[in-house]
Nanobody, 125 residues
Framework: QLQLVESGGGLVQPGGSLRLSCAAS????????IGWFRQAPGKEREGVAC????????NIADSVKGRFTVSRDNAKNTVFLQMNSLKPEDTAIYYC??????????????????WGQGTQVTVSS
């Protein structure tokens, strides 16, 4: 059974950092492009970053560019979202998603096939 599990969320003060993890089970994550999304209360889901299956290509949304980075550790079957200089407006549930259809590239807005359950990130003083 293909499964994605996010972790690493929590409460952080403005200006702080968090690293989210997305661990895969039941499949080899290195063969899949990965997208990171977030959804704040009352708002539409927003794509924030993605990484190609090879890891050679990443894209970061303008709203978080310069603060968020995405990386992957294929040996651990895990993808990470490093979030720095966090702002209250970054508060949301963060999801990772995977799809095998994107070969060698990633698209933030792609309709990824597999999704995790999400992890809550709250930025507040």
């Amino acid at each position: 059974q293909l499964q994605l599990v996010e972790s690493g969320g929590g409460l952080v003060q403005p200006g702080g950092s968090l690293r989210l993890s997305c661990a895969a089970s039941g499949f080899t994550l290195e063969n899949y492009a990965i997208g990171w999304f977030r959804q704040a209360p009352g708002k539409e889901r927003e794509g924030v970053a993605c990484a190609s299956s090879s890891g050679g290509s990443t894209n970061i949304a303008d709203s978080v560019k310069g603060r968020f980075t995405v990386s992957r550790d294929n040996a651990k079957n895990t993808v990470f979202l490093q979030m720095n200089s966090l702002k209250p407006e970054d508060t949301a549930i963060y999801y990772c998603a995977a799809d095998r259809s994107l070969i060698g590239l990633c698209v933030i807005s792609y309709k990824y096939k597999y999704w995790g359950q999400g992890t809550q990130v709250t930025v507040s003083s």
